[in-house]
């Protein structure tokens, strides 16, 4: 032991009896403590009330909540979860929280999930279900049931699971997000490490945080304790309500400081009730991209603020190009909705309907117009039950861009001939190995006709999540048009 914390406790014992004999001195009473003490009543120590009153109790409501809270176990290839390690040493400080169980055989994980009816639907994270072969949920009381994905969306990464229990199961109602306030409570139970059940509390620090990890981040940030295993369990509030969804920490050591991010309640309801319904999520599309707005690139556009959605660019035959949209416009109000971001936009627009219209009010060359988009569909939303067509896209390795008059001259591409030019070819892909190169313009994909990049990426993707063996290109190269014929490997695992 440390000198110093040997001497301290005489320290304290001197000054302790130079105050009892100041006191002797100043009247000769003894301490009110040791006269308690002589005659046996026990001390109450002052406070002890008070804070008995003013510290929360959050057992009654742990107690009704943690039945409906269950413990998650996905099992996947060996070669998976090598990969799913890789991309949790990412360099960066946010982490998805369901890890794989130490020792664990056929490359096990674990996670979190909770009950939101009856009839044995669960919601949890994506990311905790993405891979896996087969999932099973454990209740808690321990009775443990086989979980079918009924459907995924990596966009806002949650998911939806479907048991089949013998009675109906406990479940949690969902809050409303948008009440919540910095400050208040919250109370996260889950299965951090596979220790199921547990639970942890703090405060909410902050709402609508982006992280960086998706389009639409509204994250609920939070100093409650949570770890790996944690993903997809609840946040509560202190009436039993859940406002979120625990998905991810700031942990720029690998481990929690007590930094949090919960999906908030209101995107969970949204997306699980079309996931349910359809399997996977709708979402308007209008076909920009756009940045943010800052000093340097509102003076050169002579802008007055750095409020809003820049356009960067319009893709071609788009719902944004048919409406006349431009580079260089702003965007500041989606039906009468500021927008103040380009996450913002993304928000409003994702959440239209496609086939609706869409009153934008934009800034262009300093004067405010009105333009009407006719909402589209997102390109790529897939069945959420699986990712295979994404993996088969990734295997294709292709990068395809418009045919512009200066590529058109550069391959000797006829005027009357349209289709999207491959921009790049990934070594070793699949799309390399079949011959393809970058100037290749892609005027077919089967037997449908292609005229643009969106064109051929829908065409594409329609291929991809079929079963077939091999994608069949009709493709421009040196005058003549040929088919290219491109084997897929098989071997991609189904979540579902």
């Known amino acids: 032991m440390n000198a110093s914390f040997i001497r301290r406790p005489a320290l304290v014992r001197v000054a302790l009896a130079a105050v009892l004999l100041a006191g002797s001195a100043l009247g000769g009473v003894?301490?009110?403590?040791?006269?308690?003490?002589?005659?046996?009543?026990?001390?109450?120590?002052?406070?002890?009330?008070?804070?008995?009153?003013?510290?929360?109790?959050?057992?009654?409501l742990v107690t009704q909540v943690r039945p409906a809270v269950v413990s998650i176990t996905t099992r996947m290839q060996a070669t998976q979860v090598d990969d799913e390690d890789t991309t949790a040493r990412r360099p960066t400080p946010f982490d998805r929280l369901n890890p794989r169980k130490p020792g664990a055989s056929g490359g096990e994980a674990r996670g979190s999930g909770f009950v939101i009816d009856a009839n044995g639907t669960i919601v949890t994270n994506n990311h905790v279900v993405k891979d896996a072969t087969s999932v099973s949920v454990t209740l808690d009381d321990g009775t443990v049931l086989a979980a079918k994905v009924v459907g995924r969306d990596?966009?806002?990464?949650?998911?939806?699971?479907?048991?089949?229990?013998?009675?109906?199961?406990?479940?949690?109602?969902?809050?409303?997000?948008?009440?919540?306030?910095?400050?208040?409570?919250?109370?996260?139970?889950?299965?951090?490490?596979?220790?199921?059940?547990?639970?942890?509390?703090?405060?909410?620090?902050?709402?609508?945080?982006?992280?960086?990890?998706?389009?639409?981040?509204?994250?609920?940030?939070?100093?409650?304790?949570?770890?790996?295993?944690?993903?997809?369990?609840?946040?509560?509030?202190?009436?039993?309500?859940v406002i979120g969804m625990n998905t991810a920490i700031l942990?720029?050591?690998g481990g929690s400081v007590g930094i949090?991010?919960?999906?908030?309640?209101?995107?969970?309801?949204?997306?699980?009730?079309?996931?349910?319904?359809?399997?996977?999520?709708?979402?308007?599309?209008?076909?920009?991209?756009?940045?943010?707005?800052?000093?340097?690139?509102?003076?050169?556009?002579?802008?007055?603020?750095?409020?809003g959605a820049l356009l960067a660019n319009v893709q071609p035959d788009s719902p944004a190009a048919r409406a006349g949209l431009e580079p260089g416009d702003v965007i500041q109000a989606v039906n009468g909705q500021a927008v103040a971001t380009p996450r913002d936009l993304a928000l409003n627009v994702a959440a239209i309907h496609?086939?609706?219209?869409a009153n934008l009010k934009i800034l262009r060359d300093g004067a405010v117009r009105q333009v009407t988009v006719k909402v589209g569909e997102l390109p790529g939303e897939q069945q959420a039950a699986t990712e295979t067509a994404r993996d088969r896209r990734e295997q294709l390795g292709l990068a395809l861009g418009p045919l512009s008059p200066e590529l058109r001259?550069?391959?000797?591409?006829?005027?009357?001939?349209?289709?999207?030019?491959?921009?790049?070819?990934?070594?070793?892909?699949?799309?390399?190995?079949?011959?393809?190169?970058?100037?290749?313009?892609?005027?077919?994909?089967?037997?449908?006709?292609?005229?643009?990049?969106?064109?051929?990426?829908?065409?594409?993707?329609?291929?991809?999540?079929?079963?077939?063996?091999?994608?069949?290109?009709?493709?421009?190269?040196?005058?003549?048009?040929?088919?290219?014929?491109i084997p897929l490997d098989r071997t991609v695992p189904n979540a579902g």
Do not use: C
Not at 185 to 209: C, K
Not at 269 to 278: K, P, S
Not at 453 to 463: D, G, K, N, T, Y
């Open 251 to 253: 942990s720029p050591s």
């Open 409 to 485: 001259n550069r391959f000797d591409v006829p005027d009357g001939l349209a289709g999207a030019v491959v921009q790049a070819v990934r070594p070793g892909s699949a799309s390399e190995q079949a011959g393809l190169k970058s100037g290749d313009v892609i005027v077919g994909v089967g037997n449908q006709k292609v005229a643009n990049p969106a064109e051929a990426v829908r065409a594409i993707r329609s291929a991809l999540a079929s079963d077939t063996q091999a994608l069949a290109l009709r493709v421009f190269r040196d005058g003549r048009s040929a088919f290219v014929g």
């Open 260 to 307: 949090g991010f919960a999906i908030p309640s209101d995107m969970i309801r949204t997306v699980a009730a079309q996931l349910v319904e359809h399997g996977r999520v709708t979402r308007g599309y209008v076909g920009v991209e756009t940045q943010q707005i800052v000093g340097a690139t509102a003076k050169g556009l002579k802008l007055t603020e750095n409020s």
């Open 30 to 60: 003894a301490p009110a403590w040791a006269v308690e003490a002589k005659e046996g009543r026990a001390v109450n120590p002052v406070g002890s009330t008070l804070l008995a009153h003013a510290l929360p109790d959050f057992s009654d």
């Open 354 to 357: 496609p086939g609706e219209d």
């Open 154 to 241: 990596p966009r806002t990464d949650i998911a939806v699971l479907k048991v089949s229990a013998k009675q109906p199961l406990p479940y949690i109602q969902m809050g409303n997000s948008r009440d919540v306030k910095p400050g208040e409570w919250a109370i996260a139970v889950g299965n951090p490490f596979g220790l199921g059940g547990s639970v942890t509390a703090g405060i909410v620090s902050a709402i609508s945080r982006d992280i960086g990890a998706g389009p639409y981040d509204q994250f609920i940030q939070i100093d409650a304790p949570i770890n790996q295993g944690n993903s997809g369990g609840p946040l509560f509030t202190q009436d039993g309500k």
